[in-house]
Every structure is written in C-alpha cells, then in structure tokens.
C-alpha cells in the first residue's frame, strides 16, 4: 500500500501539469483583450500565465521523479489538482483589479450608466477564487453586478473558463500534454470523466471528446449568429458575434456566464428565449452521446439513447408544470415562457435567466429545485446534479422492488434497463450506489442550505436559501440574489466547496479530505 510519503510527490506532480495547461488558457484571454485595446487586462493575464506556469513548473520539476498514479491517489489528484487550478484561475481578476487605474475601471463602464466597474470587487481575493470555481465548475454564479463594465477580454475569460471546465481540466491536459502512461491516464480519466472509452486509447478518446465538443460549440455559435441576426436586424453585429460566441460557449458548456447585464433577459425578446433553449438542450446531453452521433453516424442516438430520451421528455412535462405553477400563483407577467425557459435552464444546469425568482412562490422554487437542478442532465455532459442516469435507475430500481414483492420466491426475473437484461444482484449494485450518491448530493445541499439561511441578510426565506444552495451544489448557476459581492463570507466560502464537491461527483473530494485526515492506507470498515 503506497505511503503518504510516496502519494504527495506524485500528487504534485500531476497538478503541475494542470497549472502548466492552466497558464496556457490565460493566453486566449490576453489575445482578445488585445484586439480590444485592454492594455492592462491584457497584461493582467500574461503576469496571470507567467506565474500559474512557472509554479506549475517548479512542482514538476520537484517531484520530477514521483511513481506514475495508481488507483488510490487518482481520484486525490483530480480534486486537489481542480482545487489548485480553480484557485490559481482567480488570479487574472486580482491581477487585473489591481493594476487598472481608475480612470481605465471607469473608461469600461457603458456611456450613461451611474454605476462603478465590477472589476473593483476583484479586489478581494475570495471574490476572485469564487468566480473562478463558479466559471470552470461551470455554474455561472458571480461576484460581476455589471457585466458590461468588466471589459471584453475578462467577459470572454469567464466564457472561455466555463468552456474549458465544462469538458475537464485532465481531459483537456491528457488530450494535449500527454503525461505519463496509459494506465496511469485510464486512472485519471476515470476519476474526473464518466470512465466511458470511445477508441482503444485513452489519448483518443480524450482528443474524440474534445473534438465534438468542439463542433458543437462551433455550431451553437453560428446558430445564434444568425438567429440574433434575423430575430434582431438592428442589433450590432459587432456586438451579436461577440455575445454569441461566448454564449455558445457558456451554453455548451451549461456554465450560463453572459456578456449582458441581465443575462438572456437583456434581450426583451420572446424569440430570444426560444433561440436560446437550444444551446441549453444540446449542452445537457452527454459528450460520448454527441461523439457517436458525429463520428460514427448513430442518428437514431437522439431517442435510442436513454438519457437524451429522458431529458427531452422532462424538458417538456417539467417546463409545462413549471408554467402551470407560476401561471397558478399569478406572480409573473409570462408564465408559459419563463417556466418552460427557467426549466430547461435549471435541468440542465445552464442558469441563464430570464425571470426574477425571488418573487417565486414556494411551491414553484421547490419543484424547479428538486424536478430540475437536483436531478440535472446526462452523465457524461457538462452538467451538475445527480445526473439523468442515476435519477432512471432510482426510478427503475424503486419499480422494481414494488413489482418484486408479487413475485413467487422461485422466479428468477431479469430487470430490462438501457436495453440490456440486468440481473437482479446488478441492479441492486447500481441501486445502491446511485441512492448513495443522492443521499449525499442531498446532505450536502441541506448543510449549504442552513449555513445560508443562519447568514443570509434579511428579506430572503428558507425556500430561498435551499434554491440557492441546491444552484450551487449542483453547478446551476440561478440565484434569487442572495450571491452578490456583499455575501457574507461564511455563504461565499460554503458555496465555494458546494461548486467544487458538485463538479467533481463528490466521492474525490471526500477521498481528498480521507487523505489529508487520515492518509491514504487502507483502514478496515
């Protein structure tokens, strides 16, 4: 059994290859800012790289000698190497805060507007290590009021950092940098991804995931493109590419970001909203899902495939429900429209939003919180929640148990699932496990839920604080205005781990604070 003495060097290791890749990212920020004249958010990344690269350097230069992974310190790796790469993700904020003189800040403020940059929230470093958990977990709760005021190129950062982590940081580092051997990238690949292998190699497959997410992005961008053109003639094209590309790539990677101050709402528009549902639909359904069908030509995926099916049918029964209750309270001015876009928004864990949840009535944030945000999209995709998968097991399982008490004590029935015959001890194994990780993603739920309720300012209830604790548990992003730069620190620190813990599927982040509290040997149960 490996030692802790052995397991931190290779730890380190490995995380030095997500900062050297991490410092890499600030280069594309630095390049938009300079076609926008943003000299000093510009500078702001290329300090951001210089430092985020030689740290990760010096830590694989240290421990340059470590043991490849093995099975037990994977999963410590993906979550310690998240945790650093998230927190490292913050510096371009900071830096940039900091070293933007205030003329500048109000240079970036819109001609007309009373209010100050949100960049001078940046000032203080938990702000920054929250968005950047919030951008490359993908779940679009920020410490920005006024997007417009942050300038370009720290609009497209947060863009870009939810695109990023919506497919991974170690698949993206296994897809380009390599490191070490196969088995060692199998481990690694499992622990942050869905374990899924699309080709022989693990190098292939990560490549196979990055290029049809790639597609899809570039498609959700021209889609909106053109579709901002015809809805909105008279809209900026400037502007409508700018919005769209960063859009696209904050819906596919169901992070929710927006370039505009009132997310999707700034629009106005009816058609606005249904143009947009689409990025969101398509950002929920899983990667190796898209893979077949653009590699290998599997069209009939788009119903075969038990999660899409299931997530397209919950998108239009839980939309219609969800409209049904607002429009049943009378609280809203659209409730057919804001349902059915608040719906698909929290189901697959986009959070933009075009309606004022804190007017919600309780019954209405409880089922958008529990139909929609807890369950969440497919596993495989970029999304938070429990996954559609394990949501259909629960489900199939529970059936089955009922249907099972009917049944003579000499039948030997098989349990049909995902169009395989599952014997009845392999369905309790995936019943087990899938109802232990719910019970989990629940618990913690209602920790960050009571930690916001004991701290929250006054005016917001305890459906409040469960919807906004359920949004950043499971990577969502909505918020009915409790996340704002004058949280209190014990919520913003809270919702910080919930981003992290919920990104990760929880189990590497407990196997990250096993190992800090009591090693990495193996103790009897």
């Not at 990760?56 to 230069?61: C, D, S, V």
């Not at 909106?224 to 790539?249: C, E, Q, R, V, W």
């Amino acid at each position: 059994m490996r030692t802790n003495g052995k397991t931190y060097p290779v730890v380190l290791k490995e995380t030095g290859h997500l900062l050297w890749m991490l410092g890499f990212i600030f280069i594309v920020p630095a390049i938009v800012s300079a076609f926008y004249r943003e000299w000093y958010s510009l500078a702001g990344f290329i300090i951001s790289a210089f430092i985020t690269m030689a740290f990760g350097q010096a830590l694989r230069y240290l421990n340059r000698k470590a043991d490849e992974p093995h099975f037990n310190n994977a999963l410590i790796i993906v979550a310690f190497g998240w945790l650093l790469a998230t927190l490292m993700g913050g510096l371009p904020f900071y830096v940039i805060a900091r070293i933007t003189p205030p003329d500048v800040l109000n240079g970036l403020v819109p001609a007309g507007a009373s209010y100050q940059s949100s960049l001078l929230y940046f000032s203080n470093p938990l702000h920054c290590f929250f968005e950047s958990m919030s951008a490359y977990t993908t779940t679009g709760l920020t410490m920005v009021v006024h997007e417009p005021s942050v300038g370009k190129g720290v609009l497209f950062y947060r863009s870009f950092a939810q695109w990023v982590g919506g497919a991974g940081f170690v698949i993206l580092t296994l897809a380009i940098l390599n490191p070490g051997s196969g088995r060692s990238s199998i481990l690694l690949y499992r622990s942050e991804a869905t374990g899924i292998k699309l080709r022989p190699k693990i190098i292939e497959t990560t490549r196979g995931i990055w290029k049809a997410y790639f597609l899809i992005t570039l498609f959700s961008a021209v889609y909106l493109i053109i579709g901002t053109k015809l809805i909105l003639p008279d809209y900026p094209i400037a502007d409508n590419l700018f919005d769209s590309i960063n859009h696209a790539m904050a819906g596919q990677s169901t992070g929710g970001f927006s370039t505009l101050d009132d997310s999707i709402a700034t629009y106005k528009s009816p058609m606005m909203d249904i143009l947009y549902i689409l990025p969101m639909a398509l950002g929920s359904f899983s990667l190796p899902f898209f893979y077949r069908v653009i590699f290998l030509k599997h069209f009939k995926e788009f119903w075969k495939d038990i999660q899409t099916r299931g997530l397209i049918i919950s998108y239009f029964i839980g939309g219609v429900l969800l409209a049904l209750l607002l429009r049943y309270a009378q609280i809203v001015p659209n409730p057919v429209r804001e349902g059915i876009f608040q719906f698909v928004s929290a189901m697959s864990t986009t959070g933009w939003q075009t309606s004022n949840i804190s007017i919600w009535d309780t019954p209405s944030i409880v089922f958008i919180v529990f139909a929609g945000m807890f369950i969440g999209g497919a596993s495989g995709a970029t999304v938070g929640g429990i996954k559609m998968i394990r949501a259909l097991i629960i489900g199939k399982g529970i059936r089955w148990q009922v249907n099972k008490a009917f049944l003579s004590r000499e039948t030997i029935k098989t349990i049909r699932f995902d169009g395989k015959q599952i014997l009845p001890e392999e369905m309790n194994a995936q019943l087990a496990n899938a109802a232990v990780f719910a019970f989990l993603f629940l618990l913690i739920i209602l920790i960050g839920t009571f930690v916001t309720y004991f701290f929250m300012p006054d005016g917001f209830s305890f459906a409040d604080a469960l919807f906004e604790s359920t949004s950043a548990q499971s990577t969502a992003g909505l918020s009915t205005g409790i996340t704002e730069p004058g949280m209190n620190p014990v919520i913003e620190a809270t919702y910080i781990f919930q981003m992290w813990a919920g990104r990760l599927e929880i189990i590497p982040v407990i196997a990250l604070i096993r190992a800090l509290v009591i090693g990495t040997g193996y103790r009897k149960i």
